[in-house]
Structures are given as structure tokens and as C-alpha cells.
């Protein structure tokens, strides 16, 4: 199985100001179609998760344009450019390179 | 606005069968991909595997033929049955929808959708 690495675990944050979020995985996630298969999600306190980045830098329909998503092989990064109150949650990346596909432990995202 | 609700006992008895249904409204089931995923303290999110739009099929190698996903196009609802269950399978299990994108001309289907989940406790 990809096992999937983020750092940190948690991450107090100051509205306004930038975030940024690390994944890897143990195994390149670049598709032979020449995009790479990561997802990040975030589930906030009592919802479930929802869909942010698609394809590693694809923002999902309805998705702020200040979260994007970049990387590539093996290492991605979610940044968010000026955190809002309402970002707080756990975010967590996934691999759909190959079955089974898996997930990320999750960082925590707090207001400091 | 597309919603899932996954409904089934929360309490199952070591060694018994876990039985859960999600039903979907704001979109048919005959249209896109389906999963279960689940969340313990011990292991994070695992995806279970998915059941498609015709009821074919995909597990996670890990339930090790544990695991059993079905359409019931009827009722707009799909199934998850595991068998044999632990303590180690106590968890929130959620459905999903996958939504298809494209890279290219090909297409890519992450979950966008998620139900609220239901907590299931494994224990006599």
C-alpha cells in the first residue's frame, strides 16, 4: 500500500495570515494520463469531509481561492494564503494512484 | 443538493456481520461510483472499497474477502456487509459519492460527497 506522510500533525494558525500543509507518499503518484492522483480534504468540527484539491492542484467546485494545491512525484502541499476562522478542521491527503487507495494521519488546523 | 445517510445497527457482537446502508438523495446511484470509508483511533481513514454505477466492484485487499458492497438501485441506496468483525473494526464508517473529472481525456473520480457517518461498536 502508498503510505502517505503529512506534517505537522497540528498547526496553530493567525487569521490573516499564510498556512501551508506537507504530504508524501512512498511511491510516486503520476499517473501514465500525466496528472498526479492526490486529493486533499478537509472535515470540519462536526461535518464530514469535503473535497478541496483534485489532481493535486485543482481547486473542487465552490472551493475559496485562497486554498490551492501544488507538488508533484512524491511531494505535495496544500497552502492556504490567509486563514480564515471557518478553516479550522482537519485536513487530510489521499492517494488514488493505486488500490487500495489511502489517506494521510490528518493535520490539525486550529486558531492560535 | 446530493446527501447521504448511512443507517445500520451500532452495535455488533464479535464475530457477527456488520451491516450498513447508505441511501442517497439528489442523485442516482446508477450514475457515478460509491464507497465506504471508515475512521478508528488506531488507523485513521481506510477506504473499504466502492461499488459502481452497474454493481461491479472494488475492496481494499486489507478485509481480505471480508467484505461484500451492493446496489439496490430500487430504493437509491447501497450496501456494506463485514463479516466476521472485531473490536478492531469499531469505527465511524461513512458512505461517498465519487464526482468524475478529467486529466485530459481521461477521467478521475475522488470523493466529493460524504455522509455524516454512524458509529459502529464491536462488542459482546
Known amino acids: ?112 | 443538493q446530493v446527501q447521504l445517510q448511512e443507517s445500520g445497527p451500532g452495535l455488533v457482537k464479535p464475530s457477527e456481520t456488520l451491516s450498513l446502508t447508505c441511501t442517497v438523495s439528489g442523485d442516482s446511484i446508477t450514475t457515478s461510483y460509491w464507497s465506504w470509508i471508515r475512521k478508528s483511533p488506531g488507523k485513521g481513514l481506510e477506504w473499504l472499497g466502492h461499488v459502481s454505477y452497474s454493481g461491479g466492484t472494488s475492496y481494499n485487499p486489507s478485509f481480505k474477502g471480508r467484505v461484500t458492497m451492493a446496489l439496490d438501485t430500487s430504493k437509491n441506496q447501497f450496501s456494506l456487509k463485514l463479516t466476521s468483525v472485531t473490536a478492531a473494526d469499531t469505527a465511524i464508517y461513512h458512505c461517498a459519492r465519487h464526482v468524475r473529472f478529467y486529466c485530459g481525456s481521461v477521467g478521475y473520480y475522488p470523493l466529493d460527497y460524504w455522509g455524516q457517518g454512524t458509529l459502529v461498536t464491536v462488542s459482546s
Open chain 1, 1 to 112: 500500500d502508498i503510505v502517505m506522510t503529512q506534517s505537522p500533525l497540528s498547526l496553530p494558525v493567525t487569521p490573516g495570515e499564510p498556512a501551508s500543509i506537507s504530504c508524501r507518499s512512498s511511491q510516486s503518484l503520476l499517473h501514465t494520463s500525466g496528472c498526479h492522483y492526490l486529493n486533499w480534504y478537509l472535515q470540519k468540527p462536526g461535518q464530514s469531509p469535503q473535497l478541496l484539491i483534485y489532481l493535486a492542484s485543482n481547486r473542487a467546485p465552490g472551493v475559496p481561492d485562497r486554498f490551492s494545491g501544488s507538488g508533484s512525484g512524491t511531494d505535495f502541499t496544500l497552502k492556504i494564503s490567509r486563514v480564515e476562522a471557518e478553516d479550522v478542521g482537519v485536513y487530510y491527503c489521499m492517494q488514488a494512484q493505486q488500490t487500495p487507495w489511502t489517506f494521510g494521519q490528518g493535520t490539525k488546523v486550529e486558531i492560535k
